[in-house]
């Protein structure tokens, strides 16, 4: 599996497991919600800084979400 496609994949569960929306996650990622969702589709191929602004919210570390 693509590294974007396995990414997008953590994102959308770890984020689901939260409760969160597409929108409630971008706002506490502080990243634009069509973003997230080009994340989520594996369309985007994100910054490590990105990814980490992904993972905070999510409690994780960057490296899970590609694991």
């Known amino acids: 599996m693509d590294v974007r496609t396995r990414r997008g994949r953590n994102v959308r569960r770890l984020r689901e497991e939260k409760g969160w929306n597409q929108e409630a996650f971008a706002r ?33 570390t960057a490296g899970e979400l590609l694991s």
Do not use: C, F, W
């Open 28 to 60: 506490e990622a502080d990243i634009h919600r069509t973003y997230v969702s080009d994340i989520e589709r594996g369309a985007r191929n994100p910054t490590i800084m990105i990814v980490e602004k992904l993972a905070q919210p999510l409690g994780v």
